[in-house]
């Protein structure tokens, strides 16, 4: 959470004299609340300054234009001539010119421009009176449209000379503000006290702020006070409520102004104004109501927190209605609700510049009641942001008095009531022990004891020394919802120690025995080896859409859905990745022709803890790791496929895989598909997809593809090698080329001639032939067969026997002829 | 009669060994003298029907000009090959600027490179990488990280949600938004000293240039008797140097996280404008803040978050760290990210860079 602070504005709270903003915000940053940007408010307004109108005559050739001649100061000899349009110039006028290279928004809207020197009809300019929006003031000074910003109205407590710097005027030349990163259980430093505070502990600057107090309002006045009823006090367990009669609303002075909009916020009118202020400064919302307003009870103002009933609505202040519910805390006169309790406060209620009669209101509500109000109703305002992270009951009668006392200044009135104040229960401040050893052992360096009790004792902790090296710290209320146990004590002491100041250490010791993740080492592996082949490895989501899934024939219904999903093309939980890959292929198939992709990744089954249907998915579902390879390389995809799966299968050291046609219909091509089992184990399948499915994607050439679940292949993976010594005795080789039926696979043909002979030791395809010369429906199969034996050299008759053998068994089974 | 021929035959095949102008004219007219139909080799076999009276001195004859022919051959060769050698320059030049045949050439993706680069770094110093679900229940991914249901530090992750039924023990079922919730398993699972690290897919509401829905995260866990915050501030120290270079220094800066405490941003300085802030037009660098750039989140295990996996916090403490994958990988290597989506879209003018 961030907030603009001034760094001028923060000299008030804490003697930051000699502290440069850039040393500030470094030293800031290693112990605490982060300055993320720093921005300086005068460098806005640089050559832009206080002009005296003296003259003003007509402009010969514009009606609506006018040439005032102004007194810029000394730089200039004589007044300069400038064209001005604004409807309420007049001679005498304080007003702001921007002279040449300052820098304008025309009208307030568009990029700032930098002004050059100008000849409006005919006329010369030596620079512009300016509008308040045309330099960025207008939220500060508002005025009607097409006039000037008149300094003597806006700012009619200052005396200035022609030409000074409308900055120094403005008291801004000096300042910055510094956008501070307040993490979220910092709330308490949200603000200048809280701020002041955290630097004067990292900086070991003196902390000047001493908070307003409510003695006068003790004494005030025998009014009743007014009534606050709560109804549940663990959502609201403190409310404080004074009323202040007589007071005069208004446009608030400069320096109020100034201190809201360095922070970011819009000046409304004094009464408004002071809330935000003492928000500013204490981190405590509050809000304003208009007595006269409110619906009264029997003895006069009547404040009750309560549920909102039901069909209760509200008119807020953002000129939106809510109707409202029983979940809502609400603020309500005798009658209605007249805020949301925490969030925004009701139009009704509201003050105006006829208030004269007014009740402010300090209190804390519960954080998630405010926090699940806000998202319910989708209303944010300042003062819910802070609400919902937790404040303390203890800053209400700070914050209370600090607001009476900037009314009877700015407002005047006087105090008409006691202040009420109804709370849960007795405050009691939580206080917890740490030894300096612990802290020492935690931390990883010796810090003296001195010292651990100096930074807790400047950071407001009230701290007792017990025995040899106990510290017993209370807890400051304002840290009262951050600082929960005694380990929150020894992050108070390291970081203002100074976490730079701690020396890195290497951890050492024995190597841990944790279950080791085989998946990963192999993950890895394939990944190499798939690299190594050529492909290239994408990375998909692992949610898809119904359309992904359908246009490749899947069926999502099976599969865990997104509940709040972010686009319709995250829905569900993927089971398989070859839709994702579809869809790459077709993105890049008008640049890439050619593309062998692969993806590993976790896809998600329902798992044996979801299988009965209908009971939905009552157990995490089954993350199986899968690799999905694609390619587009043309007729023959499906051997580059399939070829690859076969060294991929080497690599792993897996053996012995039998390859069977896939019956399944479907998804894949019902001629060109085939699967891999391992000791009856399914572990790969591969081939060309379905040509119906390939056109849903719109790809217009083959696509061949790999599905392995890479549990299975894992289970089967070895980084073991045999060596078996080569054979001494030198090996045969012969070629066969069979003429079979083209139904026959090859597989076959070769596990036959295997079976013929031990001796046969191996059978390598390496071509098949359809076509001229051979009949209609047949194929000719080309292999070379290898013979050995580990004993004894094989004599060419043996060879011959053998492969005759070998013929006449293809010749039995598939009617084979010898080419 | 004989020995004329023969030494008429010495001088034609002496004149042809000298004429050899090229290996193959040699080979030529060794095959025609001294090959095994060659003329010389014919003379010798017919020296087998002369008388012995003339068949020793002709044999004699006939041998020394066979030795003279193999020593001129020998001689001419050796020339001939020498001079041959000095040709091939230009005999058999090729254009060496073409280009070579390269074996296949295949691609990982960025994430693979930098999830490799982070799992070495951390494996050099003991921590194991474990792998942990994705989808998962509430309690490993906020409960037992300390954050009780309706904190307000749960609305920080856009958190997916499954369509499944609430677990009376567990939870909701969620899409992991931090691989916190990995070692919240380790730390339930393992047996200190624990360390181990989880590199993992996260997952999170947004979609934007700067933001993906899916991304990787790494978690690393070191639990043991006395683990210190000196300890988290040296692995984090290493971390910086192995994998950004020895020139880049690294900062805590205190933050807030419910499972750590204390807690910390890490910020590395900035490579772009080496820390200072400024870029070469002396004006803010466009790349980081003031110098640094946020990286990650790390602290030391929250008392509640050891508690939660059963660890005595009295006799064990830990430090936790973790971050994003694809941010550091694009904070280390300079690729100009300009578009986050760009990882996950698998244009192939993409994933052939790397």
Redesign the interface.
């Known amino acids: 959470m961030n907030s603009l602070v001034s760094f001028d504005r923060l000299k008030h709270y804490v003697n930051l004299k000699g502290v440069t903003v850039e040393e500030f915000?470094r030293r800031m940053?290693?112990?605490?609340p982060?300055v993320?940007?720093i921005h300086p408010v005068g460098e806005m307004l640089n050559r832009v300054v206080v002009g005296h109108v003296t003259d003003i005559r007509k402009h010969p050739n514009a009606d609506k234009l006018r040439l005032a001649m102004v007194d810029v100061g000394a730089t200039h000899a004589s007044p300069v001539q400038i064209v001005c349009g604004g409807s309420n110039l007049k001679k005498d006028q304080w007003v702001a010119v921007a002279q040449v290279g300052a820098k304008v928004r025309w009208h307030g809207v568009g990029d700032w421009v930098k002004l050059t020197p100008a000849t409006i009809r005919g006329e010369k300019s030596e620079g512009m009176i300016c509008a308040a929006n045309e330099i960025g003031l207008a939220d500060a000074f508002p005025h009607a449209e097409r006039e000037i910003l008149d300094l003597g109205v806006a700012l009619p407590d200052i005396k200035v000379k022609p030409g000074t710097p409308l900055a120094d005027a403005l008291g801004l030349t000096d300042d910055v503000v510094m956008d501070i990163e307040v993490?979220?259980?910092?709330v308490d430093a949200m603000c200048m006290v809280g701020l002041a505070r955290e630097a004067s502990a990292i900086l070991g600057k003196k902390f000047l702020w001493s908070g307003a107090t409510l003695p006068r309002l003790v004494r005030a006045q025998r009014a009743t006070p007014v009534q606050v009823k709560i109804s549940d006090r663990r959502l609201c367990p403190r409310y404080m409520a004074v009323r202040v009669s007589g007071v005069t609303n208004g446009p608030s002075p400069w320096w109020m102004k100034r201190r809201l909009a360095s922070a970011g916020l819009n000046s409304i009118s004094r009464l408004v104004d002071i809330t935000n202020y003492v928000m500013l400064e204490l981190a405590q919302p509050m809000h304003v109501f208009d007595t006269a307003k409110l619906r009264m009870g029997d003895k006069g103002p009547e404040i009750h927190v309560r549920l909102a009933r039901p069909r209760e609505k509200i008119q807020a202040l953002n000129n939106k209605e809510y109707a409202l519910d029983d979940k809502t805390l609400v603020i309500a006169d005798a009658e209605k609700p007249v805020a949301i309790a925490g969030v925004i406060g009701g139009e009704r209620s509201a003050v105006g510049e006829k208030t004269e009669d007014v009740i402010f209101e300090a209190a804390t509500f519960d954080?998630?009641s405010v926090?699940?109000t806000a998202r319910r109703l989708n209303v944010y305002s300042d003062s819910q942001l802070r609400f919902?992270?937790g404040l303390s009951t203890e800053a209400l009668p700070f914050a209370l008095a600090r607001a009476v006392e900037l009314t009877l200044d700015l407002c005047g009135g006087h105090v008409a009531s006691a202040p009420t104040d109804v709370r849960a229960g007795k405050y009691k401040a939580a206080a917890y022990s740490i030894t300096t050893a612990d802290v020492d052992?935690?931390?990883?360096?010796e810090i003296p004891k001195s010292k651990q009790v100096g930074i807790l004792r400047d950071l407001g902790f009230k701290v007792s020394v017990r025995g040899r090296g106990t510290i017993h710290a209370v807890v400051p209320w304002w840290r009262d919802h951050?600082v929960e146990?005694g380990?929150?004590l020894?992050?108070e002491i390291?970081?203002v120690y100074g976490?730079?100041n701690?020396?890195?250490?290497?951890?050492v010791?024995?190597?841990?025995r944790?279950?080791?993740?085989e998946?990963?080492a192999w993950e890895?592996r394939l990944?190499t080896v798939?690299?190594?082949?050529?492909?290239?490895?994408?990375?998909?989501?692992?949610?898809t859409s119904d359309d992904v899934y359908r246009k490749a024939g899947y069926d999502p219904s099976v599969c865990?859905?997104?509940?709040?999903?972010?686009?319709a093309d995250?829905t569900f939980?993927r089971t398989t990745l070859l839709p994702s890959l579809l869809q790459?292929v077709a993105?890049?198939e008008e640049?890439?022709r050619n593309?062998?992709?692969f993806e590993v990744?976790?896809v998600?089954y329902p798992g044996t803890g979801n299988r009965e249907p209908g009971t939905?998915?009552?157990e995490?579902?089954d993350?199986a790791l899968e690799m999905g390879c694609a390619f587009l390389v043309g007729e023959e995809g499906w051997r580059e496929a399939k070829g690859f799966v076969e060294h991929l299968f080497h690599e792993l050291g897996i053996e012995d895989v039998s390859w069977r046609r896939n019956a399944e219909v479907g998804f894949w091509h019902p001629g060109r598909s085939v699967q891999a089992f391992k000791d009856g184990k399914l572990i790969a399948s591969v081939g060309e997809v379905s040509p119906a499915i390939v056109s849903n994607f719109k790809i217009t050439g083959r696509v061949a593809m790999v599905d392995c679940p890479l549990k299975e292949v894992f289970s089967f993976a070895t980084a073991t090698r045999r060596y078996a010594p080569p054979s001494i005795f030198p090996e045969s080789k012969r070629d066969l080329a069979v003429v079979v039926d083209a139904r026959v696979e090859y597989d076959d043909i070769a596990r036959t001639i295997r079976r013929t002979d031990s001796l046969i030791v191996n059978v390598e395809w390496f071509d098949t032939y359809q076509g001229r010369g051979l009949p209609e429906g047949k194929k000719s199969v080309a292999m070379h067969l290898t013979f050995a034996s580990p004993e004894r050299t094989l004599k060419t008759e043996d060879v011959d026997a053998m492969l005759e053998k070998a013929v006449l068994g293809l010749k039995e089974k598939f009617k084979a002829e010898i080419r | 009669m004989v020995s004329e021929k023969l030494s008429a035959l010495k001088d034609e095949m002496l004149k042809a060994v000298e004429a050899a102008s090229s290996l193959a004219d040699l080979e030529a007219a060794e095959i025609r003298f001294l090959g095994r139909k060659g003329e010389l080799t014919a003379v010798l076999r017919s020296l087998g029907d002369l008388p012995e009276s003339e068949r020793r001195e002709l044999g004699r004859m006939a041998n020394e000009v066979k030795m003279e022919g193999e020593r001129r051959i020998a001689a001419a060769r050796e020339r001939l090959s020498a001079s041959a050698a000095s040709s091939v320059a230009d005999s058999e030049r090729v254009d060496v600027t073409e280009p070579g045949t390269r074996p296949p050439e295949g691609h990982l993706h960025l994430v693979t490179h930098a999830i490799r680069e982070i799992t070495a770094i951390f494996e050099r110093i003991g921590f194991v990488r474990t792998r942990e679900p994705e989808v998962e229940w509430d309690w490993y991914a906020f409960e037992s990280l300390n954050m009780p249901p309706d904190h307000p530090a749960r609305d920080e992750w856009e958190t997916f949600f499954m369509d499944a039924p609430v677990h009376p023990k567990w939870g909701k079922m969620i899409l992991t938004p931090h691989a916190t919730s990995g070692t919240a398993r380790i730390l339930a699972s393992e047996k200190p000293p624990i360390r181990a690290i989880n590199i993992a897919k996260t997952y999170r509401r947004q979609i934007d240039v700067t933001h993906v829905p899916m991304f990787h995260q790494f978690d690393g866990v070191y639990v043991d008797k006395d683990v210190s915050l000196a300890h988290l501030i040296g692995v984090l120290d290493y971390f910086a140097k192995e994998y950004f270079g020895p020139e880049r220094r690294a900062r805590l800066r205190p933050h807030h996280f419910r499972f750590t405490e204390p807690s910390f941003e890490f910020d590395i300085s900035c490579g772009v404008c080496n820390g200072t802030g400024l870029g070469p037009d002396r004006q803010k660098c466009r790349t980081c803040k003031r110098g640094w750039l946020e990286l990650g989140g790390a602290g030391m295990l929250h008392p509640n978050v050891l508690k939660a996996a059963g660890l005595d916090p009295k006799k064990f403490s830990g430090l936790a760290f973790g971050w994003g994958v694809e941010r550091s990988a694009v904070m280390k290597s300079g690729v100009q990210l300009d578009d986050l989506r760009v990882l996950y879209k698998n244009d192939m003018r993409f994933l052939g860079q790397f």
């Open positions: 915000a940053a290693l112990s605490g982060a993320e940007k993490t979220s259980n910092r954080p998630v926090r699940r919902e992270k052992r935690k931390i990883g360096v951050d146990s380990q929150d020894v992050e390291a970081r976490y730079a701690i020396p890195p250490i290497l951890p010791g024995q190597p841990v944790h279950r080791r993740n998946e990963l890895d990944r798939a690299k190594g082949a050529g492909l290239a490895e994408t990375y998909s989501y692992s949610f865990l859905h997104v509940q709040n999903p972010l686009t995250f939980m790459i993105e890049n640049r890439y593309q062998k992709l990744a976790k998600y939905g998915w009552k995490l579902p993350e």
